[in-house]
């Protein structure tokens, strides 16, 4: 999309449509549950800062509070119905919701990880820069970025056969938009999974990592456990005793 929308009618938009972020939580969103599952599988270990973008009525940030009990979790939305109704069902003395968009301004704490579950695409090309240098800002160093987004088929096919299921926004996140993305955070794309939902190739998991200390680790030398000592001596005898009937077969095809 082009053009730029109304944020009040968007606004408007996501508080109309409370209910199915409800229904989802009550029945079990299958989309979720996939994203959830490569969220904890690549989350950083043990974040104590845990921040959701667009969390609407705060099902995952309280999944998270359940995961990570230690952390001190913020959901944000621009919805105020979506997060009156958090206040209400998920809120406790780790979890905290508020209605808001990311800027630079609003927080001043920095966090370990950062969730836009099916949120990122609602993002409009031309608000980009202002959420790229907020994330820049907020993210620590060995912090994550996790996404769930609908591939660009995904939604081009259901511009076409669903068009009522199309929301105000909904951007196109190729893999070029990720790499933007990254750049303009200071992350690297660690996790680049295409997963199918409901039909073929439909969403997409993304993981970023900010290391601003990446050649420094890389280049230095990492103290190795006595297994993984263990496991080189034994990889290197079985490469030695077989290497005389590689060579054979060389010999063999190459002459």
């Given at each position: 999309?082009?053009?730029?929308?109304?944020?009040?009618?968007?606004?408007?938009?996501?508080?109309?449509?409370?209910?199915?972020?409800?229904?989802?939580?009550?029945?079990?969103?299958?989309?979720?549950?996939?994203?959830?599952?490569?969220?904890?599988?690549?989350?950083?270990?043990?974040p104590?800062r845990?921040?959701?973008?667009?969390?609407?009525v705060?099902?995952?940030?309280?999944?998270?509070?359940?995961?990570?009990?230690q952390?001190?979790?913020t959901g944000?939305?621009?919805?105020?119905?979506s997060?009156?109704?958090?206040q209400k069902?998920?809120?406790?003395?780790?979890?905290?919701?508020?209605?808001?968009?990311?800027t630079?301004?609003?927080?001043e704490?920095?966090?370990?990880?950062?969730?836009?579950?099916?949120?990122?695409?609602?993002?409009?090309v031309?608000?980009?820069?202002?959420v790229?240098n907020?994330?820049k800002?907020i993210?620590?160093n060995?912090?994550?970025?996790?996404?769930?987004?609908?591939t660009?088929?995904?939604?081009?096919?259901?511009?076409?056969?669903?068009?009522?299921?199309?929301?105000?926004?909904?951007?196109?996140?190729?893999?070029d938009?990720?790499?933007?993305?990254a750049t303009?955070?200071?992350?690297?794309?660690q996790?680049y999974?295409?997963?199918?939902?409901?039909n073929?190739g439909?969403?997409?998991?993304?993981?970023?990592?900010?290391?601003?200390?990446?050649?420094?680790?890389?280049?230095?030398?990492?103290?190795?456990?006595k297994?993984?000592?263990?496991?080189?001596?034994?990889?290197k005898?079985?490469n030695?005793?077989?290497?005389p009937?590689?060579?054979?077969?060389?010999?063999?095809?190459?002459g």
């Amino acid at each position: 999309m082009s053009e730029k929308v109304n944020h009040n009618n968007v606004v408007s938009y996501y508080d109309e449509h409370t209910k199915f972020k409800v229904n989802d939580y009550v029945k079990v969103n299958p989309r979720v549950e996939e994203a959830w599952k490569t969220l904890v599988k690549n989350a950083p270990i043990n974040p104590q800062r845990i921040l959701e973008v667009g969390c609407g009525v705060g099902s995952i940030c309280a999944r998270i509070n359940k995961k990570w009990p230690q952390a001190k979790i913020t959901g944000i939305d621009i919805s105020v119905l979506s997060i009156a109704i958090a206040q209400k069902l998920f809120a406790n003395r780790k979890v905290n919701f508020m209605v808001s968009l990311l800027t630079e301004e609003t927080f001043e704490e920095e966090f370990d990880l950062i969730v836009f579950m099916d949120v990122y695409e609602h993002i409009a090309v031309f608000d980009r820069p202002v959420v790229h240098n907020a994330l820049k800002s907020i993210l620590r160093n060995k912090g994550k970025i996790f996404l769930s987004v609908p591939t660009p088929q995904n939604l081009r096919w259901s511009l076409i056969n669903k068009p009522e299921t199309m929301q105000p926004v909904d951007e196109h996140i190729s893999f070029d938009v990720i790499g933007k993305l990254a750049t303009d955070t200071g992350t690297e794309v660690q996790l680049y999974q295409v997963k199918s939902i409901w039909n073929t190739g439909d969403y997409s998991h993304v993981v970023l990592e900010k290391n601003d200390d990446f050649e420094s680790a890389f280049f230095s030398n990492k103290p190795v456990s006595k297994l993984e000592k263990a496991n080189r001596i034994i990889n290197k005898i079985k490469n030695k005793v077989t290497q005389p009937l590689r060579r054979y077969l060389v010999h063999q095809k190459l002459g």
